[in-house]
C-alpha cells in the first residue's frame, strides 16, 4: 500500500512540471505574431495608436518580455492567476465557471468509454474470431474514424431536429430558467448529445486496447497455472484476466484525461457547451495570455493529480509494483 | 471596417438578390405581451462596453439596454428617440437637442443632459473607436437645463446627426460611469442605461439575459418579458437550433447563407436583408502600393479585371450580393452620393484585358507561363474568405501571376496588414456604414495611413485631389455639391484602383414566424426590439 | 518470422486490410498521372453530385473532388505515417527508459512526458501551429509532438510490470546487459501493444489532422482530405458527398490500417490465438 509520504512526495515533484509548462506556454505564446491589443483594436473596430500604447500598457505587454514571466511566475506561486483584460474578470473566476461543465462532461465521457470499451473488448476477446468480434471490431473503429463534428451533426439532425428528443445544444433551457431538481434534469438532458458524441470518439480505443490487453493476459503462464488449479473458466477470467488486462486501460483513462479536458474543442463548439476547451481556444486566438495559461496551470494540476491516482490503481491492481 | 470584424467568423455572407422576393412579415394582428425572444449572437462578445467597441456582438445586446440621442427610419433620416427633437443652425456650427421628459435609468435615477455632455466628452470623443473621429468637430456641449444639450462644433459636420444611434453613441448615467477608469470600468459588462430591457445576468459561453424594464419611457412597451442572446460557437448547430425552435432570430449571417436557402423553405422561418442599411459592407481585396508588383496602377486594374464578380457571388457567397462598382456602397443611391458612371472592371472579357495590361506594363510571361509570384493573404474571418483565396489563386493562375496562400489567425494578420504592412495583397472587407466620411475616407485619405491602426488606409495610396475632396465632403451641408465631391472621388479612386472591389456583401437575419414586427428600422437587430412581440 | 509471415496472410481481415491501404497507396502515387496539374483547379459547375459528369462530383467552387481525394490520399498518408513514426520513435524510447529503469531516470522522463502530456493535446497543436504557421511540415511536427505522451506512458507501463516478471529477473541476476534484456526480451513481449496504439496513432494523427483543417489551420497550398472534409462541412446538409467523399476514404484508411495492425498483433504474438 502507497503511504500518505509517497503521495506528499510525488506531489512536491509535480511543482516543478507545472511550472515548467507554464513557462514553456509562455515563451511559445510570445512567438506568436501580434497581441491581446491588435484583437481588441480589430474587434472594437479602430483603435488610435495612442489607445492602443494605453491599452498595452494596462495590459503590462509594454514590459520586456522576462520581467512579463517573472511576474506571472509570481503570481501563479499564490495561485493568482492574473486577469483577463478581454473579459473584463479575474482569470480564476472565468476558469471555475468553466469547469463543473467540463467535469460533468469529461467524467461522464471517461465513465461511459472505459466501462463500455470494457465490456466490448472483453466481450470480442471472449469471442475472438468469431462474429461478434468482427462486429464491434468494425463498429468501434467506424466510430472512432467518424469525424467527431460530423457525428455531432449527425445526432444533432436525427434526435433533435427529426425526432425532437434532446435539445441541439447548450447546458440549460434558456427560455425557462429552470431551478433546483428541474434544473438538473434540465442539464442531464442536454448533455446527453455531446457526451454521446465524444463517448463513440473514445471507445475504440478502450475497447481495442481491452481486447488486446485480455488475449495477451490469457496466454501468460499464470492463467495456465490458474487454469491448472483446476478454477473454473469463469473464475479465471474474473480473478486473474480482467484484473491484469485493465493495466493499460487505466494508463490510457489517465493519459485521456488530460486530452479530453481540453480536447473536447470539437464538442464543445458543435453542441455549445460551456467548457474550458473552447475557452482555451479562444483565449489563444484572441492573445489572452493571462487565460490561456490559467487553464493550462489548472489542467496540468488536474492530470498531475489524476496521474497520481493512475499509479495508485496500479499497485491496487498489481500488488507486484513498486510504488517508489 | 470599423463593424464588427467577427461576425464574419464563419460566415460572412449576405442576402440580396435573391431573397428579394422573401419579404420580411409585416406586423399584423394585435402585439402579445410576454414571452422570452431568444436570438443567437455570434460569436460571444468579449465585453458588453458598447461605448468602447462597434463590435458587432456588442451592439445586439447592448442597444437592448442603451438608447441613443436619435434612432433612424429606413430612408435613412433622424427620428427621435432619448431626443425628441433638435435643430442645426444655419451655419451648421450648432446643433441643439431637446430631450425626452421623463426617461430614468434603470437604476431609477433620472437621464438628463449632463448624460448627455458626459457621454460626449468624456467617453465617446475619447475611447469610442469610431467617437474619436464622429464628434472630432465637437468643442463643447452645453446644458442649459436638464432637458437641453447644445453641440458646439468647430466647422459643420453633418456625417455627426448620422451617427447618434444607441449603436454608433449610446448614452450613458453619468452617475455610474463618471466615476473610476472608464477603459476599465467595473460596470462594463453590467450595463445601467435607458432602454426597454434590463441587464440580468451572463453566463460566459453559453447566454445573457436581459428581462423587461417595466419603467420603460414608452408606456405599454416592451411586448417582450425577456430577451436572451445565446452563443453557440458552431454554424450547423445554429441552424439546428432555428430549425427546432429552440432560438428565434438570428443574423449577421449567424446562420450561413447555405442553410439560409435550406431554412427558408420550413414552415415557421422566414428571412430578411432589411435592417443592415447602415453596414453597407463591400468585399474587397487590398493591394500594398508602395512596393513591385502592385506600385504599378496597370498591374493593379489587371487583377481588377481578371475576378469574375458573379463567380464569387455565386458560389463563394451562394447567392448572397451584388457586384460592387466602387468604394461607395450602392445603399447610398438612396441620398445621391452613389454613382455607377465610374470605370467598369465587370466585363466578360476580363481575363483577356488583364493580359492585356501586364503586357503593357511589361510584366512578361517566363518560359513556365508565369510572370511573377506574390503571396495572397487571406482574411482569418471564416471559410468564405479562404475559398476566395483559393479562386483568386486560379484567376490569377489565368493571367500569369502564381500566388502562394498564406493563412494566419486574426492577431497574426492584423499585425502584418496594418503594423508591418508585409503583404502583396489580402482579402478584406469593409463596411461603409451610415456615412462615407465616417465609413468610407478611413481607406483612402493620406492622414490615415497609421501604422498600428487597424481598418484604416493598409494600400496606402493616396493623391492630394483625393484628399481634398474627401476634406471638402466633410464639411459640405449642401446635399447637392456633396454628392458632386463624391461623384469625382468615387471616379478618381476606381481608376487607380488600389483596390478591388468586388462585390456588396448584404447580410440575411433568420427568424421565427411568430416573432413579430422585425425589423422596424435600418438599424436592424441592432435596434431595441420594444415593439417586437412573440405569438403564442 | 516466416511463421510469422503465414499467420499474418491466413488472417483474412489483415490481408483485407493491407489491400486496402495498397490501394491507397497506390492512390497516392498515380494521382499526377491521373489527374496532371493542380488539383484545385476549378473544372466543372459546383455542386455536381457524385456519378454526373466528374465520378465523385464536384466541390463548392467547382473542384474536381476525384482529383482532390487522390492528391489527398498523399498528403494524408504522409501525415499519419510521419507523425506516427516519429512519435513512435520518441514514446518508446522514453516510455522503455523509464520504465525499464525507474528511479531518477524515470521521475525525470516521466516528468517530461507528464509536460507534455497535460497539456491538453488538441490546444497544443492548434497553439504550434498558429505559433509555427501552418505548412505542412510544421502540421507533422505539431502532431508528432503531442502524439507521443500516451505511447510513452503505455510503454512504461509495459516495462514496469515486465520488469518485475520472473524472466527478466532472472536476466537480470544472470548479468545480462540492459540493452539486450530491453531489445531481446521485453520489446518483443511489448510489442503488440505498440502496434496496436501504434495503428491507432495512424489514424488519430490523421484525424488530428482533419481537425486542424476543420478549424482552418492546414496548409492552404495542399489539398488533404481533411481540408476537403472542412471545408464541405458548412455544406453538411446540402451537399453530403463533399464530406462524405474524403469521410470515407479516412474511414477506408484508418480501418485498413487497424486490420493490419490486427493481424501483425496477432502474427506476432502467436500465443494469443489460444484463448
Redesign the interface.
Known sequence: MPSLAYVLRRLAQAVPTVLAIVVLNFLLLQLAPGDAADVLAGEAGSATPEYMAQLRKSFGLDQPMWLQLLLYLKQVVTFDLGFSFRHGMPVSELILSRLGPTLLLMGTVLTLAVFVGVLLGSLAARHLNRWQDNLISTLTVLAYATPVFWAGLMLIVLFSVKLGWFPTSGMQKVAAFHEGFAKVKDIAHHLVLPAVTLTLFYLALYARLMRASVLEQASMDYVVTARAKGLTERQVIRRHVLRNAMLPVVTMAGVQVGAIFGGAVVVETVFAWPGLGLLAYESLFARDLNLLLGIFFVSTCLVVMVNLAVDLCYSMLDPRIELR | ??????TRN??ALAGALGLTAIAPVLAQGTPQKGG?L?MVVQ?EP??L?AY????GPVGQVATKVYEGLLEYSFDLKPMPSLAQSWTVAPDGKTVTFKLTPNVKFHDGKPFTSADVQFTVMDVLKK?H??G?NTFRAVTAVETPDPLTAIFKLSEPAPYMMMALSSYESPMLPKHVFGTGDI??HPN??RPVGTGPFKFVEW?????M?LDRNPDYRKAGLPHLDRV?A????????R???M??Q?AHIGGFNAV?P??V??LSGLPHIATTYKGYEMQAPIVQLDFNTTKPPFNDARVRQAVAYAIDRQFVID??WFGFGKPATGPISSNFKANGLYTDQVRNYNVKNGVEMANKLLDEAGKKRGADGVRFEIVHD?T?YG?EW??F???V??QL?KIGIKA?????????????VY?NYDFDLTNNWIQTLADPSIGMH?LYHSNTI???????NNSRWTTKETDELMNKANVETDPKKRAALYHDLQKRIVDASPLVFVHELNFVTVYNKRVNNFPVSPLGLYSAMDTVWLAK | MRDAFLRFVRHKPALVGLVLLVMVVIAAAVASLLYPGDPFRIVGKPFQPPLTDFPLGTDMLGRDLAAAVFYGARTTLLIGFAATLIATVVGVTIGGLAGYFGGRADALLMRLTELFQTIPFFLFAILLVAVLGSSIGKIIFAIAVVSWPPMARLVRGEFMAMRNREFVQACVSMGMGHARIIVVHILPNTLSAIVVTGSLMIATAILIESGLSFLGLSDPNVMSWGYIIGSGRSVLRTAWWICAVPGVAILLTVMAINLVGDGLNDALNPRLRQL
Not at chain 2, 203 to 207: A, D, P, R, S
Not at chain 2, 404 to 416: I, N
Open positions: 471596417m470599423t463593424l464588427q470584424r467577427l464563419f460566415l422570452t431568444v460569436p468579449p465585453t462596453a468602447q467597441s462597434t463590435a475611447v473607436p469610431r474619436v477603459a476599465t462594463a459588462n453566463q460566459k459561453g453559453q447566454f439575459r436572451v445565446r452563443f453557440i460557437a458552431d454554424a450547423g448547430t441552424s439546428a437550433a430549425e427546432t429552440e450561413p447555405v442553410d436557402k435550406r458560389n463563394v487571406v482569418p471559410e479562404r475559398r483565396g483559393e479562386y489563386q486560379q493562375a502562394t496562400l498564406r493563412y494566419e489567425d486574426v492577431p497574426a494578420w492584423l499585425r502584418r503594423t478611413r497609421k501604422a498600428g491602426t487597424v481598418f484604416v
